[in-house]
Every structure is written in structure tokens, then in C-alpha cells.
């Protein structure tokens, strides 16, 4: 439970700080925002326009999920190293070269002509996240001494989060309804520029070296881990789970996952202290992350596919919905901060799970035929509610009960499992769905009023791309009597997917409850607790 700190608060400096005046620290936080901003619109800007992708590259089900995923699995897996370079070299330094790397990646999506191409990129542009996410909230936890001013700096981060995801739909939808997709990424390489010149102009330098130094062997064995279990779980529905590339993946995910505890725990300078798990605060936060975050963003995906590719709704109009969930977090920014300061994580947590979860299980409820936003909006308002909820108090609840001297760890830690959750969501949620819709047409294919060659024809496409390749294929007379068989198995097997991270939501409510409590209480957000004590 949160109660009163176990260690006195810091009354100088922030830790990395070298006394900068506070027009510096606003500057600081303003680039900061920024950058998690940019790196928010990487994450979330595909959402909108899958269906395009869709249809332009003619994509499989699997790599229209690695599309998602080719920026979140970087993000994933490269948040502790980074987290490591930000404290070692400097965080400002980060924070450019990450704008400069995103800058990159989009323009290789922007010339993208192959969906193998646009991974490229997105994968580039995933790693310039990865140094985003953890160096502005370090750079935030590092200028923000007092409880109040800590409130503020984390609230307007998880608002310029917020905003990030805001404005990636409303930007994809709006350029591609007037063009190819292509200039939404081209876009986002411009934002990315002007992010790297503010950081570069704005940001004081902060750093945290004591104790810290590049941890190859963990560094290695994390990443390894994370990528061969990805690669399982999306590769799982078109290769066979049983298949030995499938097996193997997750036969050496597990092995590398135990190498990386073995690791950091013989390493004399750690780039993730387990004993940070005693913490009881820190490992529930931990949890929360993987499992809300999942949770989340795989209701989202599902919500994009249903509107992208199972609708065919065009981009702006399939941009609606995320700006209203995503609209939400900015309007609240002022509760937000109060409600850290004056009630504390653990309320805010069990309620933003508890919508979330209470959201995914509305939206399943909801016809697929059914296009207008009015029959969404419940579902949309509370997702945006919970989402804003969870990730202010999250990040709160992980890096308030750590020492100050290992926020920069800490903020690195609760950014690895926030889109270790975030990349799971897609690959798991597609996993799910695809596998259930492809049984389902097996089936039903076989017993539709089909001639033998329009049931070959049929059945090739299934097997060659999978039930969205299926879907959207332009087969003549034949697509539109397959038609209502596709729309019905995939609206079935993303329903399944909706139940799958509404369960996950629950699950994250009841980590909340039992670890951090349900009952408000005033939050002193600089210290760890008392009852957390490693």
C-alpha cells in the first residue's frame, strides 16, 4: 500500500541538474512533452489507416500486424538501454538523436512501396521512440523536486502523451483522404525534425552516471527475449503453432529471459536492479503496465480493423473514434494532476482498469454493421477516461517509490513494460482473431453455395493471405458471395479478441486494488513507502 515516504524528499537540485534557472526547466518540459508527443504519433498512427495499408500493399494478416508492431517491438525492447545511455551521456542528447532517428524511419515509410519496406522504417522509427520515451520522463522525474511540481510535470506528460495519440489519427486520416499514405508518415518526419531542433534549443542537460555503465550481457539477452517471443505470438496464426520456427522462438525466449535474470544478477552495474521488484509498488506498477497496457492497445487495434478493414469506412471517418478516446486526456489534464497529488495512484488505477475493461466489453456489444459514431460513443468516452487515468497513475505509482538517484532506471523499467504491453496488444489480439476467423471460413466455405473452382479460388486466397487478405480481395463475382462469410468471421474472431483484453483490464484493476489500494488517500509522490521498502 502507498503510505508515507521512506526516505526524505531531495530539497536541492534535481539529481543530473546543475542549478539551471526555471525558465530552463520549462523549457525542459516543454521539449520533453514534446518529445513523448512525437513519439506517441509513431506509436498510434497506423490505427487509422490499416485498411488503406491494407488495400495498397496488399498486406497479409501478419504483416499488417507488423506493421503495428515493427514499431513497437524496438520501443519494447530498446527502452532499458536506453534508459542506460540517457543517464550515462545525457538526456538532452537522447532526446535529439532520437527525433533525428524517428526523422529517418519516416521518410523510409514515406518512399515505402512494399510492405517489407514500410516495417524498415517503422522499425527505425520505433527505435528513435525508444530513446523518446524514457529520456523525457527521466528528464521530467529529474526537474521536478517538490510533490506538487512532480504532479504537474507527470500529468502534462501523460497529456502530451495523450495528445500524441490525438493527433495521429486526426493527421493520417486527414492527409490520406486527399492522398496515399505515404504523406502521413512524411509528416510525421517533419514534427519529428521540429522536435529535435526544440530539444536541442529548449532542454537543460540532465544525467544520472553513478553507478550506471552499458550492461552488454542484459542488454543482449532482453532483447532477444522480446523479439523471439513477438515473433511467436505473431507469426503463430500463418506459420502453425506447432511449426518449428514457431516452437523454437518461444523455446528460446523463455532461455534468454532467464539468461537476462541470471545476467543482472551477477552484473556489477545493473542495467535493471532486480530488487527494484521488492519493491511491492514498483512490481505491481510493473505488472499493471504489461497486462492494462495489453489490454488497451489491443482494443484499439481490434477497433481499427473493424473500422478500417472490415467497414471499409475511409480514413478520416475511421480517424473519429481515436480522437475521441485520445481527445479525452488533454480536457482532464487539470483532474489529473489533483487527483495524483491529493488522492494517489491506487484509486486511479482500479477505476481507469475497471472503464477500460467495462469499454472493450460495450464495443463487443456493439453490431459490426453498425458505422455511426453515436452507437460507439459510450465505449469511446470511457476508454479515453480510463486510458487517461491509467497511464498518469501508472507512471506515477512505478517511479514515486524508487530512490531519486534511480528514476532514470525507473522511468526506463516503466517504459519497457508499458510497450511491452502496448506491442503485445496487436500481436496478441491478431493472433487470436485470425486464427478463430480462418477455422470459422474453413468452415463455412465448404458449406456455401460455391462452384468447385470459385471454392479453389477461395480457399487459395485463405491459405496464401489469411482472412483479411480474403476480405479485401477483388475477386469479381465471387467476392460478393464470400462477402457476408468474412465480414462475419472476422467480426467473430475480433469480438473474441475484445474478450481477451477485457479480461486483462480486469486483471490489472484487481493487481491495483490489492497492492496499492482502493481507498484515497493524500500522496506524497517523491519517495517510496514504508509498507513498498525493498
Known amino acids: 500500500m502507498v503510505s508515507s515516504p521512506a526516505y526524505d524528499p531531495p530539497t536541492g537540485p534535481p539529481v543530473g541538474s546543475s542549478g539551471a534557472p526555471p525558465v530552463r526547466h520549462t523549457g525542459t518540459i516543454i521539449a520533453a512533452c514534446l518529445a513523448v508527443c512525437l513519439a506517441q504519433i509513431g506509436l498510434v498512427l497506423p490505427a487509422a489507416i490499416n485498411g488503406v495499408i491494407q488495400r495498397s500493399l496488399q498486406t497479409s494478416g501478419a504483416e499488417l500486424t507488423w506493421i503495428s508492431d515493427a514499431f513497437l517491438v524496438p520501443a519494447a525492447v530498446l527502452a532499458l538501454t536506453f534508459g542506460v545511455v540517457g543517464d550515462l551521456y545525457g538526456r538532452k542528447k537522447l532526446l535529439v538523436g532520437g527525433a533525428l ?17 514500410l516495417i524498415t522504417g517503422q522499425a527505425l522509427s520505433g527505435i528513435g521512440a525508444a530513446a523518446l520515451f524514457p529520456a523525457s520522463l527521466a528528464m521530467i522525474t529529474a526537474g521536478t523536486p517538490t510533490p506538487a511540481a512532480r504532479a504537474r510535470g507527470l500529468a502534462s506528460w ?8 490525438f493527433i495521429a489519427p486526426l493527421l493520417s486520416g486527414a492527409v490520406v483522404e486527399h492522398t496515399s499514405f505515404h504523406w502521413a508518415f512524411a509528416a510525421a518526419g517533419v514534427l519529428a525534425l521540429i522536435t529535435a531542433v526544440a530539444a536541442w534549443f529548449l532542454t537543460a542537460e540532465s544525467s544520472a552516471p553513478e553507478g550506471r555503465s552499458l550492461d552488454w550481457p542484459g542488454q543482449i539477452t532482453i532483447a532477444l527475449a522480446l523479439l523471439t517471443l513477438l515473433y511467436g505470438i505473431i507469426q503463430g496464426p500463418t506459420d502453425g503453432w506447432g511449426s518449428v520456427p514457431v516452437v523454437g522462438s518461444f523455446v528460446v525466449a523463455a532461455l534468454m529471459l532467464g539468461a537476462f535474470v541470471v545476467a543482472e544478477t551477477r552484473s556489477a552495474s545493473p542495467m535493471l536492479r532486480l530488487e527494484l521488484f521488492r519493491i511491492r509498488a514498483f512490481a505491481a506498477s510493473a505488472a499493471m503496465a504489461v497486462i492494462g497496457m495489453f489490454g488497451f492497445l489491443g482494443g484499439a487495434y481490434d477497433l481499427s480493423i473493424r473500422l478500417g478493414v472490415i467497414q471499409h469506412q475511409s480514413p478520416l471517418r475511421a480517424a473519429v473514434p481515436f480522437l475521441i478516446i485520445q481527445g479525452i486526456t488533454p480536457f482532464i489534464w487539470p483532474l489529473l494532476a489533483r487527483l495524483l497529488h491529493k488522492v494517489g495512484p491506487g484509486p486511479m488505477l482500479v477505476t481507469g482498469f475497471t472503464a477500460l475493461a467495462a469499454a472493450q466489453l460495450w464495443l463487443r456489444a456493439v453490431p459490426v454493421h453498425e458505422t455511426g459514431v453515436p452507437a460507439l460513443l459510450g465505449p469511446l468516452v470511457l476508454n479515453g477516461v480510463g486510458f487517461g487515468l491509467v497511464v498518469a ?45 480462418a477455422d470459422q471460413l474453413t468452415g463455412s466455405l465448404g458449406a456455401a453455395p460455391l462452384t468447385p473452382a470459385e471454392h479453389g479460388t477461395a480457399t487459395a486466397v485463405l491459405d496464401a493471405g489469411g482472412p483479411l487478405a480474403l476480405h479485401t480481395a477483388d475477386l469479381g463475382p465471387l467476392s460478393a458471395k464470400i462477402a457476408p462469410l468474412t465480414e462475419r468471421a472476422l467480426a467473430d474472431g475480433y469480438n473474441n479478441g475484445l474478450l ?21 488517500r493524500s500522496a506524497d509522490l517523491t519517495g517510496k513507502t514504508e509498507g513498498d521498502q525493498a
Do not use: K, W
Open 158 to 165: 501523460t497529456t502530451a502523451l495523450s495528445l500524441g495519440a
Open 500 to 520: 481477451l483484453t477485457a479480461a486483462a483490464c480486469v486483471a490489472a484493476a484487481a493487481i491495483a486494488a490489492v497492492f496499492l489500494g482502493v481507498r484515497p
Open 101 to 117: 532517428l524517428a526523422a529517418v524511419g519516416y521518410l523510409v515509410s514515406a518512399l515505402s512501396d512494399s510492405p517489407a519496406q
Open 393 to 437: 497513475a501508472v507512471t506515477a505509482a512505478a517511479v514515486n517509490v524508487v530512490p531519486p538517484h534511480l528514476t532514470g532506471m525507473a522511468s526506463a523499467t516503466t517504459s519497457l513494460v508499458r510497450d511491452l504491453g502496448q506491442t503485445l496488444g496487436p500481436a496478441l489480439v491478431g493472433a487470436v482473431a485470425l486464427a478463430m476467423a
